[in-house]
């Protein structure tokens, strides 16, 4: 105990000499000697949020409070780090924890009085968006982020309308922000990679890392980057996620193909590494500049031949997909049902498979009256046998999903049922997609979120095509 004490005290005298990071040491050694030193972890936490490191100052701040719930110093700085980190629900959580412990805690009501503006002033944004006055939208965020240029929700919706405005090079850039998101770090693991992040560099003979960060969607629309950094002379290893692994083995842009784990990136060799979907911002994507072609995917002549033999016949040939994977924020909205689809029942010379996955295609077993659907789910292994099944196929019918991506990426027709406000991919009013020649999107109106006016459109769409 007497050299626990006599370190704090050396911990504490080189506080004051503002020996910050010596300080760092000696409290980290005292927090190893006495785990459950709550006031240890808590001076811990103090000094990193100094030393501006948040990601270890919240972790040695919230293991105070595992020790001891009550520490009201730790709220305090918890509220503080949070709202400068833009993480208003949990500061504002924090605020109020805080002031009911003290009421009188000198700058806690002020700081609650700035999480509280900030907060309203993203909803603010949120409701002109919705009400489609996008510059107002704008305005306000501006607003925000002067106020605190770390707010990252007001970040990532800045940036997402200015993508959904067709503001490309101004939104990629502010895209950039997600990498220093702490919920961006959270999910995708804290990657300190010896090598530099490619930020737009010659790549002529040199390596780099590029790794799958969102959703399946995501990296389907975004892998027709890696060609691009192939044909700079880029040798490419790429970590993407395990079900979509098949789709781009033995493709000549990659010089290997992992699935992703980012404790096996950091020992990769490489020059440079790069988040997939930072790739448009350092190859200065503009509207006019989308990479259109089709990515080169891999589909075995093997589930070729499989899939021609089983889906042979003249019938014009529809696959259906009506939800998304419930992990998605927006699935709710975004996933339209098959029931919904019911008016397509009624297109003569139509045979329908069902290429929808998951607990949704339970619903496949109730079918639409007078809707046949063939159900190929059983069948879909992963997304090549999804891919090879899409080749077979005149259309495909999808929500806003992974499967839209992936057949507009074949060169295939799809119609994309898209919800209201749209993703920032799908831009404003246009029936077709810059990303994807083959694709046709179907909209909700602003004022009308149903899908059903959007289906009746479908239906007579597809009556035209079908009878050609």
Same mark, same amino acid.
């Given at each position: 105990?007497?050299?626990?004490?006599? &370190?704090?005290?050396?911990?504490?005298?080189?506080?004051? !000499?503002?020996?910050?990071?010596?300080?760092?040491? +000696? /409290?980290?050694?005292?927090?190893?000697?006495? @785990?459950?030193?709550?006031?240890?972890?808590? !001076?811990?936490?103090?000094?990193?949020?100094?030393?501006?490191?948040?990601?270890?100052? !919240?972790?040695?701040?919230?293991?105070?409070?595992?020790?001891? @719930?009550?520490?009201?110093?730790?709220?305090?700085?918890?509220?503080?780090?949070?709202?400068?980190?833009?993480?208003?629900?949990?500061?504002?959580?924090?605020?109020?924890?805080? +002031?009911?412990?003290?009421?009188?805690?000198?700058?806690?009501?002020?700081?609650?009085?700035?999480?509280?503006?900030?907060?309203?002033?993203?909803?603010?944004?949120?409701?002109?968006?919705?009400?489609?006055?996008?510059?107002?939208? &704008?305005?306000?965020?501006?607003?925000?982020?002067? +106020?605190n240029p770390l707010a990252y929700e007001a970040r990532w919706r800045y940036a997402e309308l200015l993508l959904l405005l067709g503001r490309l090079q101004e939104g990629w850039a502010a895209y950039e922000w997600r990498l220093q998101d702490p919920r961006w770090i959270a999910a995708m693991g804290r990657c300190e990679f010896a090598a530099p992040r490619w930020q737009g560099e010659p790549l002529a003979g040199k390596t780099i890392l590029v790794y799958a960060e969102q959703g399946f969607g995501d990296t389907l629309q975004f892998s027709r980057y890696l060609p691009l950094l192939h044909q700079r002379g880029a040798r490419i290893i790429f970590y993407c996620d395990r079900e979509l692994l098949p789709l781009y083995q033995n493709r000549p842009y990659l010089m290997r193909v992992e699935a992703k784990s980012y404790h096996k990136a950091l020992t990769e060799r490489v020059d440079y590494h790069s988040a997939l979907m930072s790739l448009p911002h350092w190859c200065e994507t503009t509207?006019? =500049?989308?990479?259109?072609?089709?990515? =080169?995917? /891999?589909?075995?002549?093997?589930?070729?031949?499989?899939?021609?033999?089983?889906?042979?016949?003249?019938?014009?040939?529809?696959?259906? #997909?009506?939800?998304?994977?419930?992990?998605?924020?927006?699935?709710?909205?975004?996933?339209?049902?098959?029931?919904?689809?019911? %008016? +397509?029942?009624?297109?003569?010379? *139509?045979?329908?498979?069902?290429?929808?996955?998951?607990?949704?295609?339970?619903?496949? *077993?109730?079918? %639409?009256?007078?809707?046949?659907?063939?159900?190929?789910?059983?069948?879909?292994?992963?997304?090549?046998?999804?891919?090879?099944?899409?080749?077979?196929?005149?259309? #495909?019918?999808? *929500?806003?999903?992974?499967?839209?991506?992936?057949?507009? =990426? &074949?060169?295939?027709?799809?119609?994309?049922?898209?919800?209201? %406000? %749209?993703?920032?991919?799908?831009?404003?009013?246009?029936?077709?997609?810059?990303?994807? @020649?083959?694709?046709? &999107?179907?909209?909700?109106?602003?004022?009308?979120?149903?899908? =059903?006016?959007? #289906?009746?459109?479908?239906?007579?769409?597809?009556?035209?095509?079908?009878?050609?």
């Amino acid at each position: 105990m007497a050299a626990h004490g006599n &370190l704090r005290k050396r911990a504490q005298r080189l506080l004051k !000499e503002r020996r910050w990071t010596t300080a760092l040491e +000696l /409290y980290s050694e005292l927090c190893q000697l006495q @785990p459950q030193d709550h006031d240890a972890w808590l !001076e811990l936490g103090l000094l990193q949020q100094r030393l501006d490191d948040p990601v270890r100052a !919240e972790q040695s701040l919230r293991h105070a409070l595992e020790l001891r @719930p009550n520490l009201l110093p730790a709220y305090g700085a918890l509220a503080t780090l949070l709202f400068g980190r833009g993480r208003l629900r949990e500061a504002e959580t924090y605020c109020r924890t805080a +002031l009911v412990l003290a009421p009188q805690t000198v700058g806690m009501a002020a700081l609650l009085q700035q999480v509280l503006q900030q907060r309203a002033m993203v909803t603010a944004a949120k409701r002109h968006e919705e009400q489609q006055d996008y510059p107002a939208a &704008l305005t306000v965020l501006e607003e925000a982020l002067l +106020l605190n240029p770390l707010a990252y929700e007001a970040r990532w919706r800045y940036a997402e309308l200015l993508l959904l405005l067709g503001r490309l090079q101004e939104g990629w850039a502010a895209y950039e922000w997600r990498l220093q998101d702490p919920r961006w770090i959270a999910a995708m693991g804290r990657c300190e990679f010896a090598a530099p992040r490619w930020q737009g560099e010659p790549l002529a003979g040199k390596t780099i890392l590029v790794y799958a960060e969102q959703g399946f969607g995501d990296t389907l629309q975004f892998s027709r980057y890696l060609p691009l950094l192939h044909q700079r002379g880029a040798r490419i290893i790429f970590y993407c996620d395990r079900e979509l692994l098949p789709l781009y083995q033995n493709r000549p842009y990659l010089m290997r193909v992992e699935a992703k784990s980012y404790h096996k990136a950091l020992t990769e060799r490489v020059d440079y590494h790069s988040a997939l979907m930072s790739l448009p911002h350092w190859c200065e994507t503009t509207l006019e =500049s989308i990479p259109t072609a089709p990515a =080169s995917l /891999y589909i075995s002549d093997k589930q070729r031949d499989q899939w021609q033999s089983q889906m042979a016949g003249d019938v014009f040939k529809v696959g259906l #997909v009506w939800a998304g994977r419930p992990v998605h924020a927006n699935n709710q909205r975004r996933s339209c049902g098959l029931a919904a689809l019911a %008016p +397509l029942a009624e297109v003569e010379g *139509v045979q329908f498979y069902s290429l929808q996955k998951g607990e949704a295609a339970l619903d496949s *077993v109730s079918q %639409p009256a007078g809707m046949v659907i063939d159900d190929l789910a059983p069948q879909l292994n992963d997304f090549s046998d999804t891919a090879a099944a899409i080749e077979q196929l005149d259309l #495909v019918i999808a *929500v806003d999903t992974a499967v839209a991506h992936l057949t507009g =990426s &074949l060169g295939k027709p799809v119609w994309t049922l898209n919800y209201f %406000p %749209p993703e920032w991919r799908w831009l404003l009013v246009r029936d077709d997609s810059p990303w994807y @020649p083959t694709m046709r &999107l179907f909209r909700q109106s602003a004022t009308d979120a149903d899908w =059903s006016p959007v #289906v009746e459109r479908v239906a007579q769409a597809l009556a035209h095509v079908a009878a050609r």
